[in-house]
């Protein structure tokens, strides 16, 4: 079967006969091995770029001698950027640690631990703003009004023990040591609740709304 190749060669030997024999078998040589160096697409592009044999052996009759166009340069290969690596905080892994850091850090570290998370909670991207606003805020809050209720029933208490004292209200009642005094107690109560329970759950909730949602 006569591929395009063979078929140019053949055209170019006939071209070649008045061409002296030994610059005729440099050009036939360096033609040949070039195009059975290709595939057969190439080889059809590279013998439409050197162009008729007939021209060939008129080049090479020329005191200046034949020269070959140059081959066509490879095509450079496409460099495909990697993406850059996303920051750790962009991470799942990050947000993570720190909605655990945020609910079981103040037990570790006291206090300490607690901000900790919070700084982290507040780098990872992985929440919305308002998320991390009602993680942070609601067990400040609650912690600050209980606070507030527990100071205000202490000073209502020691008012009425005053009063008394001063010999101008009833006479004091003798309290059970082993009965605790719930309008002093309750408060405490509530902010040993408060922190055991609403702070962890505060991040283990970052954790319920991340469900789903992927690195960005």
Partial sequence: MMT?????????DVALRDVPHGVAAEIRAGIAEELQSLD?????????QLGDPAVIAREALDPDGYTPPPAPAAP????????APLPVSHSRGFAIAAALTLSFG???VPVVGWFVGVALVLLSSMWR????LVAILVPVVLFGGLMLFSFA?????GAVEVHEASGTGTPPEVENPLVPNLLLAGPHFLIIIAVAVVIPLSGLWLLWRMRGRSAS
């Fill in 40 to 48: 057969a697409d190439a080889a059809e592009a590279r013998i439409a």
């Fill in 76 to 83: 450079r290969p496409e460099v495909i950027a990697s993406p």
């Fill in 129 to 132: 703003t308002w998320e991390k």
């Fill in 153 to 157: 029933a202490f000073t209502t208490t």
């Fill in 4 to 12: 395009a190749t063979s078929d140019y060669l053949a055209r170019l």
């Fill in 106 to 108: 103040g037990y570790l």
